[in-house]
């Protein structure tokens, strides 16, 4: 059985969500085991989520909490996982989904990600390239059909 840990921007967690359900039905289709690791973003209220990092830590609330989540999905499902998926829907990374990358690659975790391109910056109109990140992606998978492929 191989786990998969998912990494992915909050503002992406409906369409990350969907995703980790086809992969989830595929397995039980095919017969196949996985563990499925996901970001705790239903701890997040929903205004947030489509905010840049920047305008959730305005929250106290959500201040007080996020470290603390980061943590928790690095060092107990980051760690764990034998691989790393990051769902980098239209190139975009934030800076939490980039520790967690720089984590994956230091633990030697294989690294997939959606999108080629690996994007930072303020969603989605002042965005850059971030070559750093995308040297840490070892290969493009764009469907759950294929990440089942990867992990059976």
Known sequence: MKSVVF????????????????????????????TVLHPQFERTDEKYRKLHEKERLESPSYKAEVAGWVYDHLFRKVKVADVCFVFNKNGYVGANVVGE???????????????????????????????????LIHEIVQTPEELLDRLS
Do not use: W
């Open 7 to 34: 990494c992915s921007s909050q503002r992406f967690a409906g369409e990350l969500l969907d995703f980790m359900n086809k992969l989830h039905d595929l397995a039980q289709k095919r017969g196949v085991r996985i």
């Open 101 to 135: 990358l720089f984590a994956a690659a230091v633990l030697g975790k294989m690294v997939y990600a959606l999108d080629q391109k690996t994007l930072m910056g303020h969603y989605p109109h002042d965005l850059y390239h971030e070559p750093c990140v995308e040297k």
